[in-house]
């Protein structure tokens, strides 16, 4: 099937620091992912569509210059939050698209002290 | 981006009973895939559904695409505790940059 992994799943960082997720897709291509945040008790709500080997296109009102996106391979995106504050804190979650389905990865949980 | 909306937002049943949830949406999709997020997990994909009309089952999951490809419904029959979690229904319309449109999703409960 088609598998998308997150790392690392959980991360705790103090305020200011600069924190990096990685997704990847593990037996597939995937020229296009996708960033999720979620709160507590909400949907997700996307954040930013990775393409590889071009900018990422991000939703109104998340501020590119504080979610750093990186398409470098066909295989894996990554999302730095830079200068983490505690508003920052949340469930980060990445997908992929597969031929017509969407997988996930296991998400990963930033707490901001 | 959009929500979809699904309803009903949550759900405390008795095990062994049947479930029902479903989206509406006042736009077309062409795509309808309905997801289950366990506490601290990603959503793992349950069922997807390409055709209006269409009917699909996963063991004891049936999901349905209406044939107005405006709504979606998910049943669960025979309930059992591990069905506890957030059901998520998510539309797909190709043209709109390939995103997924997400409910707002529905918390089942499920008293042994």
């Known amino acids: 099937g088609a598998v998308v992994s997150q790392h690392p799943s959980w991360v705790i960082c103090k305020s200011g620091t600069s924190v990096k997720i990685e997704c990847r897709s593990l037996?597939?291509?995937?020229?296009?992912m996708f960033w999720y945040r979620q709160f507590p008790k909400q949907s997700l709500m996307l954040m930013a569509t990775?393409?590889?080997?071009?900018?990422?296109?991000?939703e109104q009102g998340v501020e590119k210059d504080k979610f750093l996106i990186n398409h470098a391979s066909l295989t894996l995106s990554t999302l730095t939050v830079t200068s983490a504050h505690p508003e920052d804190s949340s469930f980060y979650i990445c997908?992929?698209?597969?031929?017509?389905?969407?997988?996930f990865g296991p998400g990963t949980r930033l707490t901001v002290l | 981006g959009q929500q979809l909306n699904q309803s009903p937002q949550s759900m405390f049943i008795q095990e062994g009973e049947d479930v029902s949830m479903n989206c509406t949406s006042s736009?077309?999709?062409?795509?309808w895939l309905w997801y289950k997020q366990d506490p601290g997990e990603g959503p793992v994909l349950l069922i997807a559904?390409?055709?209006?009309?269409e009917l699909t089952s996963n063991g004891r999951l049936t999901a349905q695409f209406g044939i107005t490809r405006k709504d979606s419904f998910l049943n669960i029959s025979a309930s059992i505790p591990s069905d506890v979690g957030i059901y998520f229904c998510?539309?797909?319309?190709?043209?709109?940059?390939?995103?997924?449109?997400f409910g707002g999703g529905t918390r089942l409960m499920v008293k042994p």
């Open positions: 997908s992929a698209r597969y031929r017509s389905e969407q997988f």
């Open positions: 559904l390409y055709k209006a009309g």
């Open positions: 736009s077309i999709f062409n795509t």
């Open positions: 998510a539309g797909l319309f190709n043209n709109a940059g390939n995103m997924l449109t």
């Open positions: 990775s393409n590889e080997g071009s900018k990422a296109t991000y």
């Open positions: 037996d597939f291509q995937a020229t296009t």
